[in-house]
């Protein structure tokens, strides 16, 4: 069974500092893994998707990297800002065995941007 | 883009009462679906999977005859929580995946919907 954690469990930054957001994963056969924003009481708001095949992605201020076989993924922020404040969740899509296609979910990390 | 939607967007209702939840994919036909549940200030379980036509396949410790789910097209699956109870009180959020034809790995993409809140009274 997947089993996927983010660390930490809550991150309080002030602005503008660049910050790094952990998620490992017990089972290296998958498909991608997806970082997701999520404000409370808000649905998923899909940040980045990296291809099993793929080492990282790229969107603005947003990097995520993904290192397969060590069972790792970071999500880099740069210059953070207030408006980065939310949930950021991790999810691991499986690519075989009972695994396949199924989506598990980390616990995420709370981010907290001070102005 | 792919859209997936979800009706209704919150929804309170008496204890004992059943409440039924829409996902349809807009613009794209989904070959599976997946449903998650959400509890206060915790991550999305994965409740169960649904392919069109067929019997959903439910995880673990998810009650199928409580959770009752129906893919009846391409784009529309809806999920029943029967008998609903204070405790079911969750977020639900569905996702849908599509698979091109003849595309590689990289085409086969999981779009999720904006959730339904259900406060069961």
């Known amino acids: 069974k997947q089993e996927v954690t983010q660390i930490p469990a809550a991150l309080s930054v002030p602005e503008g500092e660049n910050l790094v957001l952990n998620c490992s994963f017990t089972?290296?056969?998958?498909?991608?893994l997806q970082w997701f924003r999520q404000d409370p009481g808000k649905g998923l708001t899909s940040l980045l998707l990296?291809?099993?095949?793929?080492r990282e992605q790229t969107s603005g201020r947003l990097n995520a990297s993904l290192d397969k076989s060590s069972g790792r993924s970071t999500l880099y922020i740069a210059a953070s800002q207030p408006g980065d404040s939310a949930t950021y969740l991790c999810?691991?899509?499986?690519?075989?065995?009972?695994?396949?296609?199924?989506?598990?979910f980390g616990d995420g990390t709370t981010l907290t941007v001070k102005p | 883009g792919a859209v997936v939607s979800q009706h209704p967007s919150w929804v309170i209702c008496k204890s004992g009462t059943s409440v039924k939840i829409e996902c349809r994919s807009l613009?794209?036909?989904?070959?599976?679906m997946f449903w998650y549940r959400q509890f206060p200030k915790q991550s999305l379980m994965l409740m169960a999977t649904?392919?069109?036509?067929?019997?959903?396949?439910?995880e673990q410790g998810v009650e199928k005859d409580k959770f009752l789910i129906n893919h009846a097209s391409l784009t529309l699956s809806t999920l029943t929580v029967t008998s609903a109870h204070p405790e079911d009180s969750s977020f639900y959020i569905c996702?849908?995946?599509?698979?091109?034809?003849?595309?590689?790995?990289?085409?086969?993409?999981?779009?999720f919907g904006p959730g339904t809140r259900l406060t069961v009274l």
């Open positions: 996702s849908a995946r599509v698979g091109l034809a003849g595309g590689g790995s990289s085409t086969d993409t999981q779009y």
């Open positions: 649904s392919n069109e036509g067929s019997k959903a396949t439910y």
């Open positions: 613009d794209f036909q989904a070959t599976t």
């Open positions: 089972d290296s056969a998958i498909y991608n």
């Open positions: 999810a691991v899509r499986g690519g075989g065995g009972t695994n396949a296609g199924k989506s598990t």
């Open positions: 990296i291809q099993s095949s793929q």
